[in-house]
């Protein structure tokens, strides 16, 4: 088993940044991609971006040049930089952990979310 843990998350106004973490234990070794999901309430959780262990990245379109996924040296955090947030950004975030193949993101694993609130 792989628990998830994020932090980070919080109120910021438009046009702010944020970063989100999110350390991994347990069976660290069965992880090869990490990830970050996004939901509303009453929407379906979304994709917001995966990094492998290689450090090769897929983004949602829709964050794109805005978020960037990045993953710890120690391989079992993956972190989650936020620029330019716009109130549609609001939503719980998720760190999840998986396995991938190119764009493919199978996630296995979930943390609990982390609200983020972007308002003026």
């Known amino acids: 088993q792989v628990q998830l843990v994020e932090s980070g998350g919080g109120l910021v106004q438009p046009g702010g940044s944020l970063r989100l973490s999110c350390a991994a234990s347990g069976s660290i070794f069965t992880i090869y991609t990490m990830g970050w999901y996004r939901q509303v309430p009453g929407k379906q959780r979304e994709l917001v971006a995966h990094?492998?262990?290689?450090?090769?990245?897929n983004y949602a379109d829709a964050m794109k040049g805005r978020f960037t996924i990045s993953r710890g040296h120690a391989k079992n955090t993956v972190y989650l930089q936020m620029n330019s947030l716009k109130p549609e950004d609001t939503a719980v975030y998720y760190c999840s952990a998986g396995s991938s193949s190119g764009t493919l993101y199978n996630p296995t694993y979930w943390g609990q979310g982390t609200q983020v609130t972007v308002s003026s």
């Open positions: 990094i492998n262990d290689g450090g090769s990245a």
